[in-house]
């Protein structure tokens, strides 16, 4: 790879990074498993990053190679969420550790694609069309599933309600 | 539980305020370019 493009590479992957991860450790749950996530989406942005810098929308190519990464290796692995690894990298005080337990363990009721396509929807704000696209499925099987989804969350007795309008 | 009245703009007040501050992440861009780089496809192609 020429120097600039490395460059070029480093440039964006240092001002995503963040945001990669915090999107990975929603659908992950656990900090040490969407480091792993993260830095493997950076590394495959890193491979193809002749034909990802090329892409109309870089951040939509990233987020598609973060989402079919984690569907990827959840379909080879049967998950293990025991309590303490959903407390991993703990919050300090003043930062809703309650809240985040909450919030992961009802994400986690929901299995992998269903929960990739809430994390695009409400976390990275993406619109119905946007996330059919990344997940190479229909307009009418995202709504419903994100329907069913936040059905199931509202149904958890997490009171995740509680913290929305928590000063 | 959320309200079913409150609607998507709740949950993604949720998220939010659940995301507030994670642990710090350090950098992950070197481990990304030697990952990428010893893939054996080689960068670029």
New interface residues.
Partial sequence: MPTTGRRDFEEYARARQQQLYRTAYLLCGDADQAQDLAQTTLAKLFRHWKRASRAENLDAYAKTVLSRTFLSEQRGRRREHAAHELGSGAPKSGQHPDLRLTLLAALDTLPPKPRVMVILRYWEDLSVESVATLLRCSTGNVKSQCARSMAKLRAEPGDLHLYSTES | ????D?G?Q??????D???????P?????P???????G?G?????
Avoid: C, I, K, Q
């Fill in positions: 539980m959320l309200r079913e409150s998507d709740e949950f993604r007040m949720v998220l305020r659940a995301m507030v501050e994670l642990p992440l350090p950098d992950l861009v481990g990304a370019v030697r990952r990428g780089a893939s496809f080689g960068p670029g192609r």
